[in-house]
């Protein structure tokens, strides 16, 4: 029978997160059920809880960066064991079957890749995230934590820390590649951190210079202030990898305009209207424009293990469960650095 867990649950686009209760199935065969320990705060937390996308159904539990403790596996179980360390990101399922899914992208499912939270499961009870004591999920979408990175530090990497690092792992961000990343923030402090610790020369563009002795202290190369024109002169033609994390509208022709020839920019941020840009902001140079979502579960495992390799985390405030909704406005208003992770136990 199907048991409840603590939550903190949306009831309405205007609505507080406030104390409840949601619905997690028994273990079957190849679950997992997990006590949550840490639990990040994604900024598509908050658009998904203030119905600023489609389709959000209420009463609604948030949270896609889980970190925790497996507590009980079903009997078919092979992959994970009382006690291990473990983690779950922005979905729990996907059809297994399609083209995507054999190749281990399973973020990019054809038939589209069961959410943490906001979907429905196989067994039609719908998704419920991480702003709660515990999850059951399949066994073949639930990360190992490498003992390396604390429970806390390793929360934000099941969502910020593999969005950074599949298109940097993708578009071959190493030695004699030069970064660049928008946004110094939840996303791009980590960003920052795989660039360097995979050998590339890494700047920051940021709209100001408030975060620049962070960003040193983490590795970057290079900052600049987005807000002086003269960093896009100085950058023109300078870069070859571009990761663009931030929401807001963006000048995309002017930073296209700081790519090499051949260079690439990707999108992994989500800007609430549509982008524009000149055709010959891209063919003058050979250039390229494209987005990137979070990795599969491969590489995404492949990430956690590359972190505690390189000794990287995220950088966290953790806040008890009664703070959440200020840490929500914080986060819009770009107040923190760099992750606020819930402690679950206050729940």
Known sequence: MPTLAKAYVASSP????????????????????????????????IHAARGEWAGVKYPLVVGHEIAGVVISVGRKVTRHSVGDRVGVGCFVDSCRECVNCREGEQQYCLQGATSTYNSFG??????????????????????SIPDGISLESAAPLLCAGITMYSPLRHWRAGPRKRVAIIGMGGLG?????????MGAEVTVLSQSLKKQEDAFRIGAHHYYATSEP???????????????????????????????????????????????QQAWSLIGMRRNLTGSKMGGIRQTQEMLEFCAANGLGAEVEVIEADQINQALHRVMASDVRYRFVIDAATF
């Open 14 to 45: 205007t609505s507080n997160l406030e104390p409840g209760t949601v619905e997690r199935r028994d273990p079957g065969d190849f679950d997992v059920l997990i006590a949550i320990r840490y639990t990040g705060i994604c900024h598509s937390d």
């Open 230 to 276: 003269e960093t896009f002169e100085y950058l023109k033609g300078q870069l070859d990898l571009i990761i663009n994390t931030v929401s807001a509208d963006i000048d995309v022709d002017g930073y296209l305009s700081l790519l090499a020839l051949g260079g690439t920019m990707v999108l992994v941020g989500l800007p609430s209207k549509p982008l524009s």
């Open 122 to 143: 196989r067994d039609g009870l719908p998704t419920a995230g991480g702003y709660s004591t515990s999850i059951v999920v399949d066994e073949n979408y639930v990360l």
């Open 189 to 197: 402090h980590l960003g920052v951190k795989i660039a360097v610790a």
